[in-house]
């Protein structure tokens, strides 16, 4: 089954039944313990800056850890499994003064999931099962100044941003993916740069790929870290056509459900939704259960609420398994006929007409 064929498939079956996504990969990643040496491998070995914690390195020093957590996902019943590629830009990789290798960490990261993905194709091929780019929000804000004394100051710049997001998609593409995910998005800013360049590569390589945009609220005022509220989010990408908006990490089901009933009568394209395992507790670390955030989601499916469901921060195999069995008894979100009128975004929605 080629890449068009897959997306037909994705199209047709989100249109009658909930997709499932698969969960956290740095919970996973943590599950195995692994020591600096694991994180250098025989290429990094002697590279000068301590590596462990770069999670995306292991798509070239250890894709046999990556390999089993995408395929114990896709095992749980995952449509969809993201590449390891959240931090794979060269903005993300200065960090670790490895900017020269994030277009292959991409290319790789795509190719270590297009494998997995397509033996479970094979096993099941009534419910081909995708890649989606990771795409994640880089560690630069292009809305807000670093600076306290220097309102004005940028660390970066929306050319700068297109730049690297536009050398991410394009490994992402070359390495098989059929979706790009520009996820965890904390700056609107930073996001339509993301799909901004999604689509300049597009046109460059005569490809169209469907774009899933997933925000995240940073605290309990309801908003972003640049200030908007999720429907002036929304508003705000519109026009760039995803083919989901929604939004994952910042919280569990229970504090992320505002959000996602904000959007969900105006957005005119899918919505998805991927929460942390509950509220992290006292030492970092998610304490809730497969069985309470399946029935917490269970709600969500059964209101009509979402298109698209799984899990980020904390969640695990077991946890979108039992997220896909809660939630497959019930119809997927329809698609409201969004009235024709003036919508703009600031940091408030304001609508004329």
Sequence with gaps: MNRDQRIAALKEAVKNRIIILDGGKGTMVQSYRLTEADYRGERFADWHLDVKGNNDL??????????????????????????????????????????????????????????????????????????????????????????????????????????????????????????????TIFDTLNAKAAAFAARQVFRELDIELPIMISGTITDFSGRNLSGQTPEAFWY????????????????????????????????????????????????????????EMAGKLEEWARDGLINMVGGCCGSTPQHIAAVAKAVAPFAPRKIPQVPVKTRLSGLEPFVFG
């Design 236 to 291: 705000s990408v519109r026009h760039l056509q995803p083919f989901s908006i929604g939004f994952n990490c910042s919280f569990g089901a229970d504090q992320l459900r505002p959000a996602i009933q904000d959007i969900d009568d105006v957005a005119d394209c899918y919505v998805s939704v991927y929460p942390n395992a509950g509220l992290p507790n006292e030492m970092g670390e998610y304490d809730q259960s497969a069985e």
């Design 58 to 183: 292991l798509i070239l020093t250890r894709p046999d850890v990556i390999t089993e957590i995408n395929d114990a996902y896709l095992a749980a019943g995952a449509d969809i499994i993201e590449t390891d590629t959240f931090s794979s830009t060269r903005i993300a990789m200065a960090d670790y003064e490895m900017e020269d290798i994030a277009y292959e960490l991409n290319v790789q990261g795509a190719k270590i999931a297009r494998e997995i993905a397509d033996k479970w194709t094979e096993k099941t091929p009534d419910k081909p099962r995708l890649v989606a780019g990771s795409i994640g929000p880089t560690n630069r804000t292009a809305s807000i100044s670093p600076d306290v004394n220097n309102p004005g100051f940028r660390a970066i710049t929306f050319d700068e941003l297109v730049a690297t997001y536009a050398e991410q998609t394009r490994g992402l593409i070359e390495g098989g993916a059929d979706i790009i995910l520009i996820e």
